[in-house]
């Protein structure tokens, strides 16, 4: 079986548009017990059968860790995406029975620290939801400042500010608000730990300031939003399987996969925690890597790729898998 | 540098200069050379905000190598004791973003980093280059009183006077060695006392 992808049997007991943009889903268990434990920060890999195919999304859980009645999760609705997201807006309703992975945290919180200062951007509060209930549970001392285009897409940003007052400072693009980063990062005080989430332009932007105001890298933490990015079809041979397949422009690498019975590990789908990593046997084109998990060594030899995000133009490929 | 031998022996690497704009050096005899070795690596103007603890020790060498370096701060203490409560204020008043370089004995490197730790810095985000003598900082587990310049093995616990096995058996807590009785089962038994730490 792979890593992370136990199964849970849900039932969605609600569905809560929030605003234009974002819709949240609530999961009970099916037999009525207590959903497995949690810490903020963790995700679910959502199942999503949509006629004759499956599509697998990873989404954090928003909900309070001390509370595993139910899951939730909250969905950005992306008309020009994969349509995945479309499928939870438009297909997911109260009742319906689904099947979730057990949650996995590639994005935890460091409990050494004496203080978290978190940065989210959009819809990358989510995690932030979960790790605030968590530390205001325990006593924890955070701050959490949250970008976002105007106060109608600010999702949530009226309960944070509600529960945890000051701690929470809103920025709206639509009125030319913005962190004043540098300013932020070098009054922490020392053994803050900082996490970020949102959009890889945000979170590339605080990663960079902080490494060159002498933040230590073991002190940043950031969780990707990324989704494979479609192309051109290719054909995959996989050595151990036996199996020649084809990638749609559509599918990601693992999916295709999956859709022709080879059962890889996963964790992320957002090419970054490094599971899924598949050695290259042989090829003849041109790789597009769009992990964040392989060395740019990695990258240029060519013997490595992680199916969930990259892809491959060219004659031939050979997979190990 | 020391061989690794089991996992909670701190292992030493080399300092480098870290990008960030406040530099806190703590060193002492033979650590200075570390940190004027690494100067010749560092971009020009790092020391101008850079601070230097410096303990020379009795001989007292060193310290114009270091006045060289023109930091904002050069600080000369005569033992560690004396300079913790400085350390401790600086480290207690710093923002994220200052770096830690540390130089010099292992018992130097280990208790300046136990107040970090206590600061809430991380252990793999601390420079540490081991230079001068091998000496050990033991903490006796039976009295549990700690003996300073240990070299040789077996060692004679300063506190309860038990003869101690040397231990790899490293505490961060502590910033200590442990120190084992070789002669529980019959205190008759006195192995050689070797110089094992120089």
């Known amino acids: 079986m792979s890593t992370g992808t136990t199964k849970l049997d849900v039932v969605v007991s609600d569905v809560v548009p929030v605003n234009h943009l974002v819709t949240r889903f609530h999961f009970r268990r099916r037999d009525g017990g207590l959903l497995p434990t949690f810490s903020g920060g963790a995700h679910v890999v959502v199942e999503m059968r949509d006629s004759d195919r499956t599509r697998l999304n990873p989404y954090s859980l928003m909900g309070s860790p001390l509370d595993t009645r139910e899951y939730t999760i909250s969905v950005r609705r992306d008309d020009v995406g994969r349509g995945g997201s479309l499928f939870m807006h438009r297909q997911v309703k109260p009742g319906l029975e689904m099947v979730i992975s057990y949650p996995v945290n590639l994005f935890s919180l460091d409990l050494r620290a004496k203080k978290h200062l978190m940065l989210a951007g959009g819809i990358g509060i989510t995690p932030f939801m979960a790790q605030t209930s968590q530390l205001a549970g325990a006593g924890g001392n955070f701050e959490l400042h949250y970008t976002c285009r105007t106060a109608s897409l600010g999702t949530y940003a009226d309960v944070l500010r509600q529960r945890y007052g000051n701690r929470v400072r809103l920025y709206h693009d639509d009125r030319e608000e913005r962190i004043d980063l540098d300013r932020l990062l070098s009054s922490q005080p020392l053994g803050t730990h900082l996490y970020v989430c949102g959009p890889a332009g945000m979170i590339n932007w605080v990663r960079d300031r902080a490494a060159a105001l002498g933040w230590p890298s073991e002190t940043v933490h950031f969780e990707h939003f990324a989704a494979p990015q479609p192309g051109a079809p290719f054909d995959v041979t996989l050595a151990l399987s036996g199996k020649t397949i084809r990638v749609g422009e559509q599918q990601s690498l693992l999916e295709a996969m999956e859709a022709a019975g080879v059962d890889p590990p996963y964790l992320c789908r957002g090419g970054v925690c490094g599971q899924c990593e598949t050695n290259v046997i042989s090829s003849d084109g041109k790789f597009i890597h769009n992990d964040h998990w392989l060395s740019e060594e990695d990258h240029r030899s060519g013997c490595k790729i992680m199916p969930c995000v990259s892809r491959f133009e060219g004659k031939s490929l050979v997979l190990e898998r | ?198």
Do not use: W
């Not at chain 2, 530099?23 to 560092?42: N, Q, R, S, W, Y």
């Not at chain 2, 710093?94 to 809430?120: F, N």
């Open chain 2, 1 to 198: 540098m020391a061989a690794k031998t089991i996992i909670s022996r701190p292992i030493y690497g080399t300092l480098s200069p870290q990008p960030g704009k406040h530099h806190l050096f703590i060193a002492d005899a033979e650590g200075a050379l570390a940190i004027t070795d690494m100067a010749g690596k560092a971009p020009p103007g790092f020391f101008d905000g850079a601070e230097i603890d410096f303990i020379p020790g009795s001989e007292g060498k060193h310290i114009a190598a270091l006045e060289a370096l023109k930091p904002a701060q050069l600080h000369i203490a005569p033992s560690f004791a004396s300079l913790l409560p400085r350390l401790k204020q600086t480290l207690a008043n710093a923002h994220m973003g200052l770096r830690l370089y540390l130089a010099g004995t292992e018992g130097l490197i280990g208790q300046a980093m136990q107040a970090a730790l206590e600061a809430g810095m991380d252990h793999t985000s601390i420079q540490t280059e081991h230079r001068g003598s091998l000496a050990r900082r033991m903490q006796c587990v039976h009295c549990k009183g700690i003996t300073e310049n240990v070299t040789t093995q077996p060692a004679l616990c300063s506190h309860c006077g038990l003869l101690l096995l040397v231990r790899d058996h490293y505490s961060r807590r502590l910033a200590a060695f442990q120190g084992v009785c070789i002669n529980a089962e019959d205190r008759s038994e006195i192995p050689p006392m070797e110089e094992a730490f120089p």
